[in-house]
């Protein structure tokens, strides 16, 4: 079973950190000065293209984990969190087409103002409504016994903490794209562009994060408390904390690498100290016991399974990755083929 | 609308969607591969400009087979949660083994797509045939998982409780084999026909163009061979239907007494409330042949079985009609294209026999949506055969006519802008490559041959 949680934290931070940025690069592109568009989407479009499917297919990977391994947590998600499951499912394929169909279309006409709105906008909304799922796991509002639609299929997510959450889910990813994407232009103006908005993201991540804890005391959740409370969550959070000045140093000399690995260490320490707090609940209920890794998992047969097929796929899928992102993500930006 | 309607006609759109373009996934790599092949052997531009054009349109293609397969792994669960929380451990693993040829998929298609400056040709080559493979591989998972619906293995039912779960016989229920082979096969002949038949319309307005020529014969040539075979699966797999699904088969057959020597009916509309059916074709005894492999066997009718547990007879009976026609249709146009490039005829280009695969494009497609028809609506009024009703699975959350109609709108705007985008690339593709044009067909050795036949 460890494995198997073990490969549930990760697929969810390298969704995080790989999709993440793929979603925070749409979500840039709200932010961007008339001048330099051409150039940064240019970038953008660069950087997505090769990757974006397979960093996709880690949110796939979490869904078959958790119906297999934790069916019970999966169909309590899936009802109680019918609305805003769905509303991100729109999201997701309103950004995989729009993406794929600006860079496709084989007219470059017209057309590609609205593809770019899709895109846009689908990236704001889509990282959202993981970030209000997600929050919805917490304040234990999902009440299995629940009858009302208000009730069972709207209040357990209609709240301070995971709207707030989902704010702050947009911001990390924007956080992210940008400071990843200082490694993708060329020096110059758009490089320097990224690396300025990288701050700003930060800043208002920070902040955003500080009216997390305030939503989340709204809500009834002592979550300050419990990070204090738990010292390995208390020490990424320090940790994370204090490594946001070297991250600026790093941003306005714009280290490419320092500050991706920083950046992606941060958005780890944050997720690591989450997990830290939670455990071992996976979703908090009303009125009923939580659900938790202990008791809501498969039987042992079906988890040694899936451990083989996981352990398996990754001995196939790690290296390939490798390969995918030695080939476009090395060197300089080379021209295109397209 | 009521709510289990919903969600049912919600599953069925978009699955009836993520089939075209899975199948595309399963088949266009095979295709591209076949050219790019000929390209790297024989050095002829025209098989550089088909991987190409092939390939920006296969890009579109496999996006949206990525977003809406996403939206498929949810929607097993927003709308069937019941049924997910049980049949989850048990048929987890093909899916888990999905997820991995999905990824490798998704790797393999970056490189394909932006790789053709950065990989050694062969590199770029095998990575392409490698999005076929973990394509097929994938497809082969989840019908396993479909097969297992249909006649589950691999657990004890005791007290609406599944025991002693054993995921690695559930995978490899008694239907796998017959169904993952059936289910490849239609990929590849609807995919091949529907290309195929593309480019002949194609050829037809711009005749001796090398670039549709080349492709409407390699896109026939595979989809043929998938034509020739696929009746004989599908025998087999309507055998396996007999013994394990026989109120399914009964269903297709719109037979209503059990009899030995029963005959096939062709056509017809059953007529559930008098328990016969109008105007149909009967050849008799060859029912009793076809299901069971002798002409006086006995063959299961509907009243063998509660009313309230027959599938909508109408609906099965002639989507059934609707494939075995469209499967038929196209045997015999695959055997003559056969033929005629067997003899090198120069028949294979004439008008009518252009014409012909042209009217044929819709028609594999059709026989896909079909035939998932005849295996989803003919399993009902069960979810899980013969375990658990559709009904017990449903999700209790009201209003699911929202999220359905959501849906449905958005799958029917994705479609008009998909077939808006290929209208445009295959015009771009005509302006873009000199090989589209009539005066190519001097630009490489022998490809003159066809050319003039009716220029
Ligand atoms: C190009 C598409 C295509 C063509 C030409 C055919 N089929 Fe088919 N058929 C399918 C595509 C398909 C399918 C969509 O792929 C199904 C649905 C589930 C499956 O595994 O295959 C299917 C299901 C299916 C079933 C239902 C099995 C079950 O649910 O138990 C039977 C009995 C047949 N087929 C039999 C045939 C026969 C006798 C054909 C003779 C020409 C034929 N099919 C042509
Ligand atoms: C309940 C049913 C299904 C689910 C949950 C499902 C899930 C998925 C998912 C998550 C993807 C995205 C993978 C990616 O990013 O590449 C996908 C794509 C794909 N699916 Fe499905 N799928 C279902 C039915 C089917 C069926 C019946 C087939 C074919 C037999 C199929 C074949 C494929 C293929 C080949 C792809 C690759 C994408 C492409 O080529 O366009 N799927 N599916
Ligand atoms: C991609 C090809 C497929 C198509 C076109 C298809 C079509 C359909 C249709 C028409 C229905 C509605 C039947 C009815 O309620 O009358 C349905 C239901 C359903 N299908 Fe499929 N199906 C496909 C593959 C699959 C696969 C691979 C799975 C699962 C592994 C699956 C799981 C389901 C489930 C859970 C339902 C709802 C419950 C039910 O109606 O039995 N389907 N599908």
Request: glycine share 10%.
């Amino acid at each position: 079973m460890w494995v198997v949680i073990l490969f549930l934290g990760a697929s969810l931070l390298l969704y995080c950190l790989l999709a993440g940025a793929d979603f925070g690069a749409g979500i840039l592109e709200v932010f961007m000065g008339r001048g330099k568009r051409r150039a940064q989407r240019t970038i953008i479009d660069r950087a997505l293209g090769p990757v974006w499917e397979a960093n996709h297919m880690w949110l796939i990977l979490m869904v078959v984990i958790l119906f297999t391994g934790f069916p019970a947590v999966y169909s309590r998600v899936s009802t109680n969190l019918h609305l805003p499951l769905t509303a991100m499912l729109l999201g997701i394929i309103a950004r995989g087409c729009s993406f794929t169909f600006r860079h496709y279309d084989a007219v470059k006409g017209r057309s590609q103002r609205s593809y770019s709105l899709f895109f846009i906008y689908s990236s704001v909304w889509t990282p959202f409504c993981l970030g209000v799922v997600t929050g919805a796991l917490v304040p234990g509002g999902i009440d299995p016994a629940a009858t009302g639609y208000l009730e069972g299929y709207v209040r357990p997510w209609l709240r301070p903490f995971p709207l707030a959450l989902g704010g702050f889910t947009v911001c990390l990813f924007a956080f992210l794209a940008a400071v990843y994407l200082i490694g993708e232009s060329p020096a110059g103006a758009v490089r320097s562009g990224f690396a300025r908005r990288a701050v700003v993201a930060s800043a208002v991540a920070v902040a955003v994060g500080g009216l997390v804890f305030w939503a989340a005391e709204a809500d009834g959740i002592d979550l300050a408390a419990r990070f204090l409370a738990s010292p390995a969550a208390a020490a990424c959070v320090v940790g994370a904390t204090f490594s946001l000045p070297v991250l600026w140093l790093a941003l306005a000399r714009e280290w490419g690498w320092i500050a991706r690995i920083l950046a992606g260490g941060q958005v780890a320490l944050i997720l690591a100290a989450w997990f830290a707090v939670q455990f071992p609940i996976l979703v908090k209920l009303k009125n009923a016991p939580d659900l938790t890794f202990f008791n809501s998992h498969a039987p042992e047969a079906t988890l040694y399974q899936l451990n083989l097929a996981l352990t398996f796929g990754a001995a196939l899928i790690l290296p390939a990755l490798y390969f995918l992102f030695r080939v476009f993500k090395s060197e300089s930006p080379a021209p295109d083929a397209h | 609308m009521q709510d289990l309607l919903a969600a049912r006609s919600q599953m069925a759109v978009s699955l009836g969607f993520h089939i075209v373009f899975a199948s595309i996934g399963m088949a266009m790599p095979f295709l591209m591969a076949v050219s790019h092949y000929r390209w790297i052997r024989t050095g002829r531009p025209v098989y550089l400009d088909l991987t190409k054009a092939w390939s920006r349109g296969v890009a579109i293609f496999f996006a949206t087979g990525a977003v809406s397969g996403t939206a498929l792994s949810f929607e097993l669960g927003l709308l069937w949660p019941r049924f997910m929380e049980h049949a989850g451990p048990i048929i987890g693993m093909p899916f888990s083994w999905e997820g991995t040829a999905f990824f490798l998929e998704a790797i393999a298609i970056g490189l394909f797509l932006y790789g053709w400056n950065r990989l050694s040709p062969w590199v770029h080559w095998g990575v392409g045939l490698l999005v076929g493979i973990t394509g097929v591989l994938s497809g082969i998972f989840v019908v396993c998982a479909n097969a297992w619906m249909n006649s589950p293995a691999g657990f004890d039912w005791v007290d609406g409780r599944a025991l002693n779960i054993d995921p690695w016989r559930a995978m490899f229920n008694p239907g796998w084999k017959s169904q993952t082979l059936h289910m490849t096969l239609a990929a590849f002949e609807a995919t091949g026909f529907a290309v195929g038949g593309l480019h002949a319309l194609l050829l037809l307005r711009r005749p001796g163009s090398a670039f549709h020529r080349e492709a409407f014969k390699i896109a026939l040539l595979i989809g043929s061979v998938a034509a020739l075979i696929q009746p004989l699966s599908g025998d087999r797999l309507a055998k396996g239907t007999a013994q394990r699904q026989p109120a399914k088969l009964a269903a297709m057959e719109a037979l209503f007494r059990t009899e030995s020597g029963a005959p096939l009916m062709i056509g017809g509309i059953p007529d559930v409330r008098e328990r016969r059916v109008h105007y149909g074709l009967e050849l008799p005894n060859l029912l009793s042949f076809l299901a069971q492999g002798d002409f006086r066997a006995e063959v299961k009718g509907l009243e063998e079985f509660p009313e309230a547990d027959w599938p909508p007879v109408a609906v099965v009976h002639g989507a059934f009609q609707v494939m075995v026609g469209a499967g038929s249709a196209l045997a015999a146009l695959g055997a003559l294209f056969l033929f005629l490039s067997a003899r090198r005829s120069p028949l294979l280009l004439h008008r009518r026999f252009l014409l012909a695969a042209a009217l044929a494009t819709p028609l594999g497609f059709l026989a896909l949506e079909a035939g998932w028809t005849v295996t989803e609506v003919g399993r009902q009024p069960w979810i899980i055969y013969g375990i658990m009703r559709t009904r017990d699975a449903v999700t209790p959350m009201p209003g699911l006519v929202y999220p359905f109609l959501a849906f449905t709108s958005v799958y029917v705007f994705l479609a008009a802008v998909v077939a808006w985008l290929m209208h445009r690339h295959i015009r771009a593709a005509d302006r873009e490559y000199q090989s589209s044009r009539p005066e190519a067909i001097a630009a490489g050795p022998g490809s003159g041959r066809h050319g003039a036949s009716h220029a």
